[in-house]
């Protein structure tokens, strides 16, 4: 995996070991992309539990077994990036699981709000790090992380500062949505790219712009 290419940089020759790169690129893409379908309220669903499943499995135990496959790999950002999103899935996917009890904890709507803000501003702050990390690495890879760090943060807005104006609050949301539609179309292309690069013989290949 050269430098520039990827998610990150491989330091270790292990060439029995797949990468998983694509794996958890294309997860992440799958299930950001529901959840921001869900945001703008595509088709007039408004209610997200039909992404608890995907965010456990798909964004969640699939992208967390890519980033523990990039240990071995010698790839420590892609490690710390897969895993790190794919716990991120799986407990965002635990609060609007109804056993879990934490929806449930929380009696006042506005309380509620403001901690799923604190919760999103948590995660904004944990993806301006990979940012910072990656701005000099690839174009794709950067743009994708700053539309998703764009999105976190107009999210984050929409449950906290703007909690006790609905409206308002929704049309935030919507905005979000579309940033998180565009940022995990670009995380598919990602992952695509990283699956036409492992082929012998690509129909094509999709360029990512070594910076």
Request: proline letters at 4%; aromatic letters at 12%; charged letters at 10%.
């Amino acid at each position: 995996m050269s430098h520039g290419h990827s998610f990150g940089r491989t330091t270790s020759g292990n060439g029995r070991i797949a990468s998983p790169g694509p794996a958890g690129a294309i997860s992440f893409a799958a299930t950001a992309l529901l959840l921001s379908l869900f945001n703008v309220q595509a088709g007039g669903v408004e209610h997200p539990e039909v992404l608890v499943s995907m965010a456990v499995f798909t964004g969640g135990l699939s992208q967390f077994m890519a980033g523990m496959w990039e240990y071995p790999r010698g790839n420590v950002f892609n490690a710390t990036l897969f895993s790190l999103y794919g716990s991120f899935w799986m407990s965002y996917a635990t609060i609007f699981i109804p056993a879990s009890g934490i929806l449930a904890a929380y009696e006042d709507p506005l309380e509620l709000s403001h901690a799923l803000g604190l919760y999103l501003i948590t995660w904004t702050i944990v993806t301006a790090f990979f940012l910072f990390v990656v701005i000099r690495r690839n174009l794709a890879l950067t743009v994708m992380l700053s539309t998703i760090f764009i999105t976190l943060v107009i999210l984050s807005t929409s449950q906290y500062s703007l909690a006790g104006m609905p409206i308002l609050s929704l049309r935030v949301q919507k905005a979000g949505g579309v940033f998180g539609i565009i940022g995990a179309l670009l995380c598919f292309y990602i992952g695509v790219s990283e699956l036409l690069e492992a082929e012998l013989r690509p129909i094509v290949r999709l360029p990512l712009g070594v910076l």
